[in-house]
């Protein structure tokens, strides 16, 4: 673990990088990654590699979704590697919502913070994708 000086060094850079997810800007969410193969994988989904694979991807699941907003409770930064701690609320095109904690893991291809080498979501999504909405 870091200082809390150094985590605070990240929090500009975390409150873009959740503004474009929130925004639901898959090229802005895409340009954050490394671009000789920056991998993505949000909960047990496939992994995603390279810019445009991730922001396809991405622009899938933003178009299931009326909105997105995440709270950042916690986030730690280990040697190069960042760690987030949240809440996220979704909230479908048919008005299916959806709050849950998460815990994002990203690795840096650069200095940290930088392009994303790696981004991993841990969450629990699966409610997010039924076609119906749970009782």
Not at 41 to 47: D, K, T, V
């Amino acid at each position: 673990m870091s200082s809390s000086s150094e985590a605070g060094s990240h929090s500009g850079w975390l409150e873009r990088f959740f503004a474009a997810v929130d925004r639901m800007d898959s090229s802005a969410f895409a340009a954050h990654f490394d671009a000789a193969g920056g991998r993505f994988r949000f909960a047990n989904h496939p992994e995603l590699q390279g810019r445009e694979q991730i922001g396809e991807g991405c622009a899938g699941i933003f178009g299931l979704l009326d909105s997105i907003r995440h709270e950042l409770l916690a986030h730690w930064v280990a040697g190069d590697d960042l760690l987030v701690e949240g809440r996220v609320h979704y909230r479908r095109v048919d008005g299916f919502e959806l709050s849950v904690p998460f815990m994002s893991v990203f690795e840096f291809a650069t200095d940290s913070p930088g392009p994303i080498r790696s981004y991993r979501v841990f969450v629990d999504s699966h409610a997010l994708f039924q076609t119906e909405a749970p009782a």
